[in-house]
């Protein structure tokens, strides 16, 4: 099982900055992939970017291209998510989530870190 940590929310102004963290730890030898999704009061949870293990190739969503870089460290299993340009639709708990081989989708999740964007 792998555990997740994320770090780095908080409270911004539009068009503002902030870096998100997020560190695994447990049975992280199996990780493919890392990634984060956001939750918006009452809407469901969405995709955000994610990063492959094996390459480093990145995806993003639509809403977030050009504005938000997915990163990770060279050593250990650590991803940031630096968020620039922020919108007031940002605003929500941001979840690291990571995918392990043979797995189905994203399986670990962390507890979440709130991103709040005012206008």
């Known amino acids: 099982q792998v555990q997740l940590q994320e770090s780095g929310g908080g409270l911004a102004q539009a068009g503002g900055s902030l870096r998100l963290s997020c560190v695994a730890s447990?049975?992280?030898?199996?990780?493919?992939?890392m990634g984060w999704f956001r939750q918006a009061p009452g809407k469901e949870r969405e995709f955000v970017a994610a990063?492959?293990?094996?390459?480093?190739?990145?995806e993003y969503a639509d809403s977030v291209k050009g504005r938000f870089i997915i990163s990770r460290e060279k050593a250990g299993y650590v991803i940031h998510l630096q968020m620039n340009s922020l919108k007031p639709e940002d605003t929500a708990v941001y979840y690291c989530?990571?995918?392990?081989?043979?797995?189905?989708?994203?399986?670990?999740w962390g507890q979440g870190t709130q991103v709040t964007v005012s206008s």
């Open positions: 989530a990571a995918q392990s081989v043979g797995g189905s989708g994203f399986g670990s």
């Open positions: 447990g049975r992280t030898f199996r990780t493919n992939a």
């Open positions: 990063m492959r293990w094996s390459g480093g190739s990145t």
